[in-house]
C-alpha cells in the first residue's frame, strides 16, 4: 500500500468491526479487475483488506496469504488444505502438474460433505494472491469444485477475478509454463510476472514501462515462445523496426512454427517488411491455413485483408476486412480505417474503368465506404432507389450530408428513416444522431425534443440524457443539466457524466457538494485528472488554499504541466496574495498554449503588481494580433488611468462602450477618467448612462458628481429615483443622506441612515456618528453627544469614534478639557492616525502644552507621509500634511504640498465640492502668517467661494478688516 495510508483509508470507510461491511468496501474497489493486469495494486488492495479484518479482531493467522483466507471461513480441516496448497504452489515443478492438483484435492476438507464447500471457496481466495498457474491444473480443480457452474461468485469475489479465471478455464492456456524450469538460473516466480506485467505495459501502449521490463530481461538465458510474442508485440509499437520484428519473428516462426501465434507474426511481420523475401505464394498459404483453422479469428481476417491488399485484390480485401468488422463486434478504428482507405482505392479504380460498367448504386456504396461523401451525394441524387433499397439510401444520404457539414438535409433523411421504421423498431443511435443533426442546424427544440424521446424510450440507458446535458449547457440552463447528471449517475458510474457533475457543481458556485461528492468518489478508488482538477477548483473557492495547492502541485506532476492546472494554480496564488508567483505559472501556462484568456490573466497580474506599462504593452501587442473587442480596450483604458494618462484612457473607455454600448459598468470608468480631466458635466452623463443601464456604482458617482458640482436639488432627485430602482444600495441611501443634510432636511437625512443600518449592520457605529454630526448642525449638542456614545457603544476599539466625540466637546462645545480625555484615547486605539494627533496636538497648544502638541503634530507627519506613499494620488492627504506643516511652522514645505494637493482636485470623488477649498484655506493661513494679508485673503476668497460651511464668511471678513486697516 502507499506510503502513509491506512488500510480503513484505502478501502474507503471508517475502522469497523463488521467483517461484511469490509469485504464489501473491498469488492466496490474492485469492480472490474484483471489481477494479471496490476499484480501490485490488486495485492496492495487484498492486503488492505486482510489488515483492516485483523485490527477488527476477526481473524488471527501468521499473516500467510492463504492461512488468512481459510480464518475468515474458519476451520482447523480448512486451514491444513491451504497449508498443502501452499507449500505446493511454492514447488514451481510440481504446481504446474495438473495431477499434482488432483492429488491435493483429495484432502478431508476437500472430501468431506460438511467443509466441501468451504474448501472450494477457500482456495478460491487462495488463488486470488497464486495466480500463475497453468490452465489445465485450474480445470482439474473447476472438475471438482464446480466454480464455472455456481451463481453469486462474482458477490463474494471481484467480478474482474471470476471473469479472469473464468477465461482461464474455459479458453486456451496463454503462457506455457512447462517452459520456464527450475535450474535454469532464472527465478520462475519473477519470470512469469514479467510475462504478465509485459503483456499488461503492451496492451496499455505503455511503451517505457515495457521497455524497463525487457530491460530487467536481458540477462535471462532462456528463449521462452510466448515471451518472444510480446517482444514482436513491443517491437511493433515501434515505427521503423519492421525489419527488427521480422528477424525476431522468424526465428520464432523456425523455434515454434506449428503454434498459430507464431504463424500470424511471421505472416504479419513479412507483409509489414516490404525486404523480407517471403513469397507471396508461401504467405497466401500460411495465411489461409490459419484463417480455416479458426474462420471466427478477428486477426486472422485482417491479416488475409492485408494480404489480398498487397497483391492488388482490392475486392477482396475490403470483403475480408467487413468479415473482421464483423467478427470484432465492436468499434475498432484500426479496422474501420483499413475499409476506408481500402474502399476509397478501389472506388478510384471503379471510376477509372478498371473494373468495367459499374452501376451509380454499386460505386456509391463503395465511396460511401471509403467516406467520399460528396461523389456519394452527386450519384445517389441521380438515382431512384427501389423499394428494398429505399432505406439504405436514406442512410448514406444522411450520413453522407452530415459529414458535408449540410446538417439540415442530414437531419431530413433521418427524419424520413424514422418515419419509415416502426416505434419498436428504432434504434437509440437513430434518436441520437437525429437530435444531433437538428442541434447542429439550430433547430435546438428538435433535438430537445428527440432527446426527451429517447429518456422517455430507453429510460437505463445514460447516453440521451448525457446529450441532452450537453445541449442544456449550451443554452447555460446548468440547474436542469445538473438533475439530468444526478439521473445519470443513479443508473450507474460513468466517467464522463461525472465530470460533468462535477464542473457544473463549481460553475453554480456549490463548492462545498463539489468537494464532497469528489471525496466521496476518490475514496471508493476512481480518480482521474479531470475530477482532481475540479476538486481543486471547489476548494480555491471554498479558501482551502493548503489543501486546492497540495492536489494542484500533484496534477501538475500527473499531467506533465497541463496548461490549464498552471493556470487554476496562478489564480490559487493571486487568490493568497502571491502575485508575483501567479505570474510565472500564468506564464508556463501561456508557454504551454497561449491563448487570448490567459494572456488577459497575465495583464491582471501585472496590473496587480503595478506593471502598467508591461500590462499596457501586452494589450497593444493583442491589438496587433488581431483582438478588437471592447474588453481590450477597457483593460488598455485602465491600465492608462493607472499611468494617469486620463486622455488616453478616456480614449480607451469611448472605444470600449463604442463597440458595447451596453457594457454599461465602462461608463462609470470613462466618468471617472473624465472628472480626472476636470470635465465635470462630460462625467455626469457619462455617469447617467451607465446609470440608466442599471450600474449601481454609475448611479452613485452620478449623485456624488451633481452633490460636488453644487446642483443638490438635481442631486436629490437622482438619488430618489436611483434608489426607488435599487431600494437596498446601502451607499445611494448614505449618499442621500448628505444631500438631505445639505439641504438642512436633517430629519430625513436621519431616516436614510437609519436605512442604511439596516442594510449594512456592520455599520452601525458609522450610521451613528453620521447622525451625531446631523444633531450637530442643529446645535442640538445633547442629541449629538447621545449619538457619539452610541457609536461608541458599538465599536469601542475603534478610534474614529473616541476621536469625533473629543472634536465635537473640543471645537463646538470650546471645552477642551472634556475633549482631552476622549482625543487622548482615541490616540492610544489608533497610533496609525492622521488628523486625530494634529486635533490632539492643537487640544495641547490650547491648554498651553505646546511641547506636547509639537509631538503630537510630528507623529500626524509621520502618519501622513506613510500614507501617502500607499497612495500618493490622494489629495486630501496632500491637504493633510500641508496642514500639519503649517503647525509645525514650516511654511514654504506647507505651501508646496498645499499646491501638490490643488493639482489632483479632480481625483478625490467624495469630497464636497470640485475645488480643493481647505489646500487654498492652507494657503490662506500660510501667507497670513507670512504677513501676505492681500493674498490671505485672495485665497481665502476662493476657498469660501467652493465651501459649504459657515467658517469662510467670518474669515473672508475678518481678512478684508486687517487689509482695509493696513
Avoid at 57 to 78: K, P, S, T, V
Avoid at 235 to 249: D, I, S, V
Avoid at 488 to 505: D, S, V
Avoid at 617 to 637: S, V
Amino acid at each position: 500500500m502507499k506510503e502513509n495510508k491506512s488500510c480503513w483509508e484505502y478501502l474507503g470507510i471508517e475502522p469497523t468491526a463488521d467483517k461484511e461491511e469490509i469485504r464489501k468496501a473491498y469488492f466496490t474497489r474492485l469492480p472490474y479487475f484483471h489481477p494479471e493486469e496490476n499484480p501490485e495494486g490488486f495485492k496492495d488492495l487484498r492486503k488492505a483488506m486482510e489488515e483492516a479484518l485483523m485490527q477488527a479482531g476477526e481473524i488471527e493467522n501468521d499473516q500467510e496469504d492463504g492461512l488468512r483466507a481459510a480464518e475468515m471461513l474458519g476451520g482447523e480441516e480448512i486451514q491444513g488444505l491451504l497449508k498443502a496448497a501452499e507449500e505446493l504452489y511454492q514447488d514451481y515443478s510440481c504446481r504446474i502438474q495438473p495431477e499434482k492438483w488432483a492429488e491435493l484435492i483429495q484432502h478431508p476438507a476437500c472430501r468431506d460433505l460438511e467443509t466441501q464447500s468451504q474448501a472450494g471457496m477457500a482456495l478460491l481466495g487462495f488463488l486470488m494472491d497464486h495466480f500463475h498457474l497453468p490452465a489445465p491444473c485450474l480445470v482439474v480443480l473447476n472438475d471438482y469444485f464446480g466454480w464455472t457452474g455456481e451463481e453469486g461468485l462474482a458477490d463474494q469475489f471481484p467480478e474482474g477475478y471470476i471473469e479472469y479465471l473464468f477465461d482461464q478455464i474455459e479458453g486456451e492456456e496463454d503462457f506455457r509454463y512447462d517452459l520456464v524450469k527450475p535450474g535454469m538460473g532464472i527465478d520462475c516466480e519473477k519470470y512469469c510476472q514479467a510475462y504478465f506485467d509485459l503483456r499488461s505495459a503492451i496492451n496499455q501502449k505503455d511503451k517505457e514501462t515495457a521497455d524497463q521490463i525487457l530491460e530487467t530481461l536481458k540477462g535471462v538465458k532462456l528463449y521462452h515462445p510466448d515471451m518472444e510474442v510480446l517482444k514482436i508485440r513491443h517491437t511493433l509499437m515501434h515505427q521503423g523496426k519492421e525489419e527488427e520484428a521480422f528477424r525476431l519473428a522468424e526465428r520464432l516462426y523456425q523455434e515454434d512454427g506449428q503454434n498459430p501465434t507464431a504463424r500470424y507474426f511471421f505472416a504479419r511481420t513479412a507483409l509489414n517488411y516490404q525486404k523480407s523475401e517471403v513469397e507471396d505464394e508461401t504467405l497466401s498459404k500460411l495465411i489461409n491455413e490459419l484463417v480455416s483453422s479458426d474462420p471466427e479469428d478477428c486477426n486472422y481476417m485482417v491479416l488475409l485483408g492485408n494480404y489480398l491488399r498487397h497483391v492488388g485484390d482490392l475486392a477482396s480485401a475490403l470483403n475480408a476486412y467487413q468479415e473482421a468488422d464483423r467478427l470484432y463486434g465492436e468499434k475498432w478504428e484500426y479496422i474501420e480505417s483499413l475499409i476506408q482507405d481500402t474502399a476509397k482505392d478501389l472506388a478510384f479504380q471503379m471510376e477509372n474503368g478498371e473494373y468495367g460498367d459499374i452501376e451509380n448504386w454499386n460505386l456509391a456504396h463503395i465511396c460511401y465506404m471509403g467516406g467520399i461523401y460528396n461523389r456519394v451525394v452527386e450519384l445517389l441524387s441521380e438515382t431512384d432507389p427501389p423499394k428494398e433499397k429505399e432505406m439504405s439510401w436514406l442512410f448514406m444520404m444522411a450520413r453522407s450530408c452530415y459529414e458535408l457539414k449540410d446538417y439540415e438535409k442530414a437531419a431530413t433523411y433521418r427524419r424520413n428513416i424514422w418515419d419509415l421504421l416502426a416505434p419498436e423498431e428504432r434504434p437509440l443511435e437513430l434518436y441520437l444522431d437525429l437530435a444531433e443533426a437538428y442541434d447542429l442546424s439550430g433547430q435546438k427544440d428538435q433535438a430537445q425534443e428527440f432527446y426527451d424521446k429517447a429518456i422517455a424510450d430507453f429510460p437505463e440507458e445514460r447516453e440521451p440524457l448525457f446529450k441532452k446535458a450537453e445541449l442544456l449547457l449550451e443554452n447555460s440552463r446548468k440547474q436542469e443539466a445538473l438533475e439530468l447528471c444526478r439521473r445519470m449517475l443513479k443508473i450507474g458510474f460513468e466517467p464522463e457524466a461525472f465530470h460533468m457533475y462535477l464542473e457544473i457543481l463549481v460553475d453554480l458556485e456549490q463548492y462545498q457538494e463539489a468537494r464532497e461528492k469528489a471525496e466521496h468518489l476518490f475514496a471508493q478508488g476512481f480518480e482521474s485528472a479531470t475530477s482532481r482538477y475540479q476538486y481543486a477548483k471547489a476548494l480555491r473557492k471554498l479558501k482551502e488554499w493548503e489543501k486546492a495547492e497540495a492536489v494542484l502541485k500533484d496534477l501538475l506532476e500527473k499531467t506533465g504541466g497541463a496548461p490549464v492546472v498552471y493556470q487554476e494554480y496562478a489564480g490559487l496564488c493571486s487568490d493568497t496574495d502571491r502575485t508575483e508567483e501567479a505570474l510565472k505559472l500564468i506564464d508556463q501556462a501561456i508557454a504551454g498554449q497561449d491563448t487570448a484568456t490567459r494572456q488577459f490573466i497575465r495583464g491582471g497580474y501585472l496590473h496587480d503588481l503595478e506593471r502598467y506599462e508591461e500590462e499596457a504593452a501586452l494589450y497593444l501587442t493583442l491589438m496587433k494580433q488581431g483582438a478588437d473587442g471592447y474588453y481590450i480596450h477597457f483593460r488598455l483604458g485602465q491600465a492608462y488611468e493607472e499611468m494617469e494618462r486620463y486622455e488616453e484612457a478616456e480614449g480607451c473607455y469611448r472605444k470600449s462602450v463604442g463597440l458595447n454600448p451596453e457594457a454599461f459598468r465602462i461608463w462609470d470608468y470613462l466618468g471617472d477618467v473624465l472628472q480626472n480631466q476636470g470635465k465635470w458635466e462630460e462625467a455626469a452623463e457619462a455617469y447617467r448612462t451607465g446609470a440608466d443601464g442599471g450600474d449601481v456604482q454609475a448611479a452613485r458617482d452620478l449623485c456624488r458628481i451633481l452633490k460636488r458640482l453644487y446642483r443638490t436639488e438635481e442631486a436629490a432627485e437622482e438619488a430618489r429615483l436611483r434608489i426607488s430602482r435599487d431600494p437596498d444600495d446601502p451607499i445611494l441611501f448614505s449618499i442621500y443622506a448628505k444631500i438631505l443634510s445639505r439641504q438642512e432636511n436633517y430629519d430625513e437625512a436621519r431616516k436614510c441612515y437609519g436605512r442604511y443600518m439596516e442594510l449594512k449592520p456592520s455599520q452601525t457605529a458609522y450610521a451613528y456618528k453620521e447622525i451625531a454630526l446631523l444633531y450637530e448642525k442643529e446645535k442640538d449638542y445633547g442629541k449629538a453627544e447621545e449619538y457619539f456614545r452610541k457609536a461608541i457603544e458599538e465599536s469601542p476599539e475603534d478610534a474614529v469614534y473616541w476621536q469625533a466625540i473629543g472634536k465635537h466637546f473640543f471645537k463646538e462645545q470650546k471645552d477642551p478639557e472634556k475633549a482631552l480625555s476622549y482625543l487622548e484615547k482615541a490616540m492610544e486605539l489608533g497610533d496609525e492616525r492622521t488628523y486625530g494627533w494634529m486635533l490632539l496636538g492643537e487640544l495641547y497648544n490650547a491648554l498651553g502644552r505646546s511641547g506636547e502638541a509639537r509631538k503630537c503634530y510630528e507623529k500626524s507627519l509621520k502618519n501622513y507621509q506613510k500614507k501617502l506613499q500607499e497612495n500618493p494620488k490622494n489629495c486630501c492627504t496632500y491637504e493633510g500634511i500641508a496642514d500639519v506643516l503649517f503647525h509645525l511652522g514650516r511654511l514654504d514645505e506647507a505651501e508646496e504640498i498645499a499646491r501638490q494637493g490643488i493639482a489632483r482636485q479632480n481625483w478625490a470623488f467624495t469630497c464636497n465640492k470640485c475645488v480643493c477649498y481647505e489646500g487654498y484655506e492652507d494657503l490662506s493661513k500660510i501667507e497670513e502668517k507670512r504677513g501676505n494679508y492681500e493674498k490671505a485673503l485672495e485665497y481665502m476668497e476662493i476657498a469660501g467661494q467652493n465651501s459649504t460651511t459657515g467658517f469662510y464668511p467670518k474669515e473672508i471678513a475678518r481678512l478684508k478688516e486687517i487689509v482695509k486697516n493696513l
